[in-house]
């Protein structure tokens, strides 16, 4: 009876076995979120891969995986949000763990990537560390990156391996079609983030709006919003960036956006980063609402009160769930 239950399971979930001549799955998380990674597996049926990280009184980790993955197609789910230092580290040896003890591929599953901001030079005599943090992955054995919403597209080119760009759009659209909101107008905080708003605005087949926005050269996490392009008069307004970090640019954007006659202004981010004054900033603000995503584990004392989080566990357990099948990840945005 028990064996005829096992091969039902493994018949109705053919992850948990090689299947089409393939390597079984193991998906194993690092400590940046884990609710995150228990949602995926859950998604997928499969369980959470066993693995003990310590840290030793020093600040050093002791990682040791505790079940075998020799042959096998691993995923490691890690974000490498705040304390970035810290889990890049952390993933780093992970991975190393997961080569010595002889997993066939390893894809590192990136729901945000730090560092992702410092992505070129824009002034003399800085590192571009994006590039840096690349390289460190790809040196530590990764076979393939699955990120969601990196910072700029052209840091996929940064990897000198294969990379599944997923975009959270699909999800943060569904939600907003949901509210029936009327005069939709959506509104890039910045020129650089135009494309991603027009094709935020194609989904819910709305209008653009831009932010002028200069940043002091001489100052970092500042910005200063000069001129709106485009008409937001009686409409509502949904701010689109693909992060919120100390909040400035959506909480001074929706100020500006209300005094030029918008009726009502939503954010919308897929990472919510929310470091230094983010909560206190957008608790004041006129924005009704803030959208996010759980690619970051948002800390109860760090989450402001008009916060509306949506889960992107499903959309990366069907892009793991792809690529162990070898079928195409880019049809789940056709």
Known sequence: M???L?????????????????RAVKIFSGRANIPLSKEICEYLKLPLGKINITPFSDGELYVQIEESVRGCDVFLIQPTCPPVNENIMELLIVLDALKRASAEKITIVIPYYGYGRQDRKAAGREPITAKLVADLLCNSGTTRILALDLHATQIMGFFDVLVDHLFATPVLVK???????????VVSPDVGGVTRARAFAKKLNAPIAILDKRRPIDKRNTVEVIN???????KSCIMVDD??????????GAELLVKEGAKEVLACSTHAVLSGPAKERIDKSPI???????????????APKKLKVLSVAPLLAEAIKRIHLDDSVSEMFA
């Open 243 to 252: 992060m919120i970090d100390t909040a400035g640019t959506i909480t001074q």
């Open 288 to 302: 009704s609402t803030l959208i996010v995503t759980n690619s970051i584990q948002i800390p109860k004392e760090k």
């Open 2 to 4: 028990v064996e005829t």
């Open 228 to 234: 709106i392009i485009g008409e937001i008069k009686g």
């Open 6 to 22: 096992i091969r039902k399971e493994v018949s109705e979930n053919p992850l948990l076995t090689q299947m089409n001549g393939k």
């Open 175 to 185: 939600h907003i079609e949901s509210l029936n909101l009327k005069d939709i107008v």
